[in-house]
């Protein structure tokens, strides 16, 4: 039940029906308009802008957008459960409902577990691509970001309705998996018992590598000690990629994040299993419809880059599809460029049928997201959706003080350690209490405080304080039944308390902030939801320390009590739902 859309839907009647009438065109768009919650809720329930949306397509017959929104609140008058609607400024309506339309959002959240749930949603699969680590060492904190937007956001879609895969794509075909394997191959050595000193430039330093050095022994032996490179780097570059790739599922595992796919770059090349080479076929591809061509690129603006060449190259027409420049295919030996192999991974996700394209990148990618939109759009003809959410980076703050290095990856704080300090409820939860472009300062500390100060503690501790107010129901009522059906039956009316008609109208929102979330690709909207939803019902509860009438039970009143259990169990079961969208426990006590 999503009273919004119920209304939405009342004021896209009153449209159709002056549409009839012939006063607004026949092809309006019936999409553009919203309906809200007003930003001053002295005004109203909701607030549409549908008049000031169409006033353009409305002035053959009405002479200002105040006429148009006059007929349609007068429509709106007469809709079910409308107490009023009037019209406000130079053509806003506000919306007024019957307390009764509230008391169905609570009865909705009781007989329906999946409350907030979107059907099924037309317009072909999504395919949601995050992490996408080198597998090159473990993952760090960005990386962490990332997963968690990803997975929170793949979740978050799936409840809304949409057909979503989870995908990661291994990067195992550049130059630095063979570093990797010369890395791996020393440590290997170690294993072996020998000396190897300080690491050297241009190797991986970090001690997780050791791990790797030791499953090479108990593979090989010390066959490959004595061999040149050229005879061991393959085995060595294939053990090393799977063993940091179980160190990554491992990590994300301790995230609760799983993959559909997991998708290697070195598999687009055939390289390695005798199939096909989809980069050359997604070029020629490209070149059959005419936009490959042999050319000179203009010096980049600035200061000339070490590696820029002015020579003849292999280039796609990205400026055909809102590229500032074209873009190469090939490199001067004759190789794939990075972009030429991500045009035929992108392929391959359109070839499988998604529709959609949502992938989920570091900030310092930012310069590659035109060039990849424009891939898209001629790889699909314009038909399909490729959005790039970029997150931003993370700072780890301890004291005060930022948190740099760890001994484990040499270089860097790795992820599992964050877990294992603050625990993945913590870590989750703070990662989307940001705009994913947003820069997050981490403060250590502060994520494990018992204060309002903190979002993890705060969010979980309503959950927590909710369930202590059904327990202590059924002490103070021992025979009574609260489970949902029952409560289902209790006089709703009674909620007459202002404290208490706000938290059920956050409640009748999260419908409307799952529905919104999912289309921007936004899930911080849902942490930010639950946290003013949280801080509602702490709000009212403090309330009644002060005004013993407004506790949730009154001994005296079991029909009151009953009434207030209801709104409490349908507030349980919004926060437990929203938490789960996230990735984040919700616990029924808190200690």
């Known amino acids: 039940m999503n009273i919004f ?100 959002v609570v009865l909705a959240t009781l007989s329906d577990a999946d409350f907030g749930k979107g059907p099924k949603r037309e317009g072909g699969p999504v395919n949601v691509e995050y992490v ?95 061999k040149p490179e050229s005879e061991w780097l ?30 290697s770059e070195r598999s687009l090349t055939g390289r390695d299993d005798g199939g096909p080479d989809r980069v050359a076929e997604a070029v020629d591809w490209l070149r059959g419809r005419d936009l490959v061509y042999e050319g000179r690129l203009p010096p980049p603006k600035g200061q000339l ?83 790039v959410k970029l997150c931003q980076l993370v700072k780890l703050v301890r004291d005060g003080e930022e948190v740099k290095m760890s001994k484990r990856s040499g270089d860097f704080v790795t992820l599992r350690e964050v877990v294992d300090e603050v625990g993945v409820d913590a870590v989750r939860l703070m990662m989307l209490f940001r705009k994913n472009d947003a820069t997050l300062d981490f403060d250590l500390g502060k994520v494990i405080e018992q204060s309002r100060d903190n979002p993890v503690f705060y969010v979980q501790y309503a959950h927590a304080r909710a369930h202590s107010v059904l327990r202590q129901a059924q002490q103070a009522f021992p025979d009574g039944d609260f489970s949902a059906a029952t409560l289902a039956g209790a006089d709703l009316s009674l909620l007459e308390d202002s404290g208490e008609i706000e938290l059920i109208k956050q409640i009748a929102q999260f419908p409307r902030v799952i529905d919104a979330a999912a289309v921007a690709h936004e899930p911080h909207r849902l942490a930010f939801y639950l946290h003013e939803l949280a801080s509602l019902f702490h709000s009212h509860w403090n309330k009644g320390k002060d005004q013993p009438q407004l506790r949730f039970i009154n001994q005296e009143r079991g029909d009151l009590a009953s009434a207030r259990v209801a709104l409490v169990v349908s507030l349980t079961r919004v926060l437990a739902s929203g938490l789960g969208i996230l990735g984040v426990s919700a616990p029924e006590e808190m200690r």
């Open 5 to 104: 859309a119920t209304y939405h839907g009342h004021v896209a009647a009153a449209l159709k029906a002056i549409i009839a009438e012939g006063r607004l065109p026949a092809d309006l768009d019936l999409a553009r308009f919203v309906v809200e919650p007003p930003r001053d809720p002295s005004h109203g329930d909701m607030a549409t802008n549908a008049a000031m949306v169409y006033a353009k397509e409305a002035k053959e017959h009405f002479a200002n957008p105040r006429l148009l929104a006059t007929e349609i609140a007068n429509a709106l008058g007469k809709a079910p459960g409308v107490e009023g609607a009037a019209v406000a400024g130079p053509g806003f309506i506000n919306i007024r409902l019957k307390p009764s339309c509230f008391h169905e």
């Open 132 to 226: 996408s680590a080198n597998p090159t060492g473990p993952m760090h904190v960005g990386h962490g970001r990332g997963a968690v937007f990803g997975d929170a956001l793949a979740s978050l879609l799936q409840f809304a309705g949409y057909d979503v895969t989870r995908e990661y794509y291994i990067n195992d075909a550049g130059a630095q998996v063979d570093v990797l394997a010369r890395s791996a191959y020393l440590r290997y050595r170690e294993a072996l018992g020998e000396d190897i000193g300080a690491i050297p430039d241009g190797l991986y330093p970090g001690d997780y590598l050791c791990a790797v050095g030791q499953l090479l022994k108990e593979k090989f032996g010390d066959s490959l000690k004595d």
């Open 234 to 263: 393959a085995d060595v570059r294939a053990a090393a990629i799977a063993g940091m790739m179980d160190m990554i599922r491992s990590d994300l595992e301790a995230m609760n994040i799983r993959f559909d796919v997991f998708f």
């Open 305 to 387: 880059p070490d590696d820029w060449e002015d020579r003849e190259q292999t280039l796609f027409r990205s400026t055909n599809f809102g590229d500032d420049v074209d873009r190469a295919l090939l490199k001067s030996d004759g190789s794939y460029t990075y972009f030429a192999s991500d045009i035929a991974y992108h392929k391959s996700k359109l070839d499988r049928g998604f529709t959609t394209l949502i992938d989920v990148w570091g900030a310092d990618h930012g310069g590659y997201v035109k060039r990849m939109a424009a891939a898209v759009k001629a790889l699909s003809a314009g038909t399909a959706v490729l959005d």
